[in-house]
Nanobody, 125 residues
Framework: QVQLVESGGGLVQVGDSLRLSCAAS????????MAWFRHTPGEAREFVAV????????KYADSVKGRFIISRDNAKKTVSLQMNSLKPEDTGVYYC??????????????????WGQGTQVTVSS
């Protein structure tokens, strides 16, 4: 049984940093593309970042490029999202997702077969 469990969300101030983590189990972690999506108030769930062994570097949504860093530890089966210079528009529920297509590195929600339960991030001004 595949499980993705996010942690690290919380309430922060504008300009603060926060680090999200996702622990995976029940899958051959190193062969999956791992991504973060978020569901912000009033919007559809959107892509944030993805990391895959195949792509030369991680991919990011334009809205977070230069502020967020995605990384993975295949030995620990974890993927993290370091979020810096947080803005109120970063508020939302952040989801970890896994794509079994080897090395795809997709930013398309429907390509991801496994999802975590989400962790709330609130950025207060």
């Amino acid at each position: 049984q595949v499980q993705l469990v996010e942690s690290g969300g919380g309430l922060v101030q504008v300009g603060d940093s926060l680090r999200l983590s996702c622990a995976a189990s029940g899958l051959t972690f190193s062969t999956y593309s791992m991504a973060w999506f978020r569901h912000t108030p009033g919007e559809a769930r959107e892509f944030v970042a993805v990391v895959s062994w195949r792509i030369s570097s991680p991919k990011y949504a334009d809205s977070v490029k230069g502020r967020f860093i995605i990384s993975r530890d295949n030995a620990k089966k974890t993927v993290s999202l370091q979020m810096n210079s947080l803005k109120p528009e970063d508020t939302g529920v952040y989801y970890c997702a896994a794509d079994r297509q080897y090395g795809r590195g997709s930013n398309v929600e429907s390509d991801y077969v496994y999802w975590g339960q989400g962790t709330q991030v609130t950025v207060s001004s």
